[in-house]
């Protein structure tokens, strides 16, 4: 299949976090697209230098318009405004819409990042691991889940009845976060909205897609049993 016959190509790998969210996203308003897959370092691919010199992961093509868009949540708000679908990830109402913003940057910020510094501290060498940084990581983990678990006794999805980009933020940040500092037993509504996310089928289709990469996650031993199950 080549670009041309879908305008969209993404540039991803299927562990990043990230390109989860910007494919959850693809799935749940249709929109047809082509992956392209970036292995090795991110920044040693010239193709993807060329198109966006800070060279990082997702990347969206868009070859019908002429347009490059990188960053997860701006992808998702590039597709909502050039490939309107029934469903809407981002509210039409201003109120509704700063508080879907609000936590996808949360999710991003408080609950992704403390996970990857957890990650990127198990790869470091031996005797060289970041003791202050990873506390510092899991202290903000614990003050999410426990704002998170506050806010889920009510609500069905992060921001209300409908699921929005906010969720698709949160399921990858939930997922790794769920190995490197568990969640379970102590945060029930955090669970139970978890479990929620992964009955999405634009949720299954993208983890679907990373199994037969789960091997190559630093914290592999600690993902949920079924998903490795899957994967063998």
């Known amino acids: 299949m080549t670009e041309n ?49 800070m060279a990082k992961m997702p990347l969206l093509h868009d070859a019908a318009r002429g347009d490059v868009v990188p960053e997860a949540s701006i992808i998702i708000e590039y597709l909502q405004q050039h490939y309107p679908a029934p469903t809407s990830l981002i509210p039409f109402d201003a109120g509704l819409q700063l508080e879907v913003r609000l936590w996808d940057r949360f999710f991003d910020l408080y609950v992704h990042t403390p996970m990857q510094k957890l990650v990127n501290d198990r790869l470091r060498p031996p005797g060289h691991q970041d003791s202050t940084g990873a506390a510092e990581a899991r202290a903000t983990l614990a003050t999410a889940y426990e704002l998170l678990e506050k806010r889920m006794r009510s609500r069905h999805w992060v921001t209300g009845d409908s699921f929005t980009m906010a969720d698709c933020a949160a399921l990858p940040a939930l997922f790794y976060s769920a ?19 992964l009955t999405r089928p634009s949720v299954q289709c993208t983890i679907d897609g990373a199994r037969p990469y789960f091997h190559l996650f630093p914290l592999r031993e600690a993902l949920d049993p079924r998903f490795i199950r899957s994967a063998a």
């Open 179 to 197: 190995a490197a500092q568990p969640f379970l037993p102590a945060h029930p509504h955090l669970t139970r909205y978890f479990e929620r996310l």
């Open 5 to 53: 016959e879908h305008a969209l190509t993404v540039y991803m790998h299927p562990l990043s976090s990230y390109c989860w969210k910007a494919l959850i996203a693809l799935y749940e308003l249709g929109a047809p697209f082509r992956r392209e897959l970036i292995e090795g370092r991110p920044s040693d691919n010239e193709k993807l230098r060329r198109l966006w010199p």
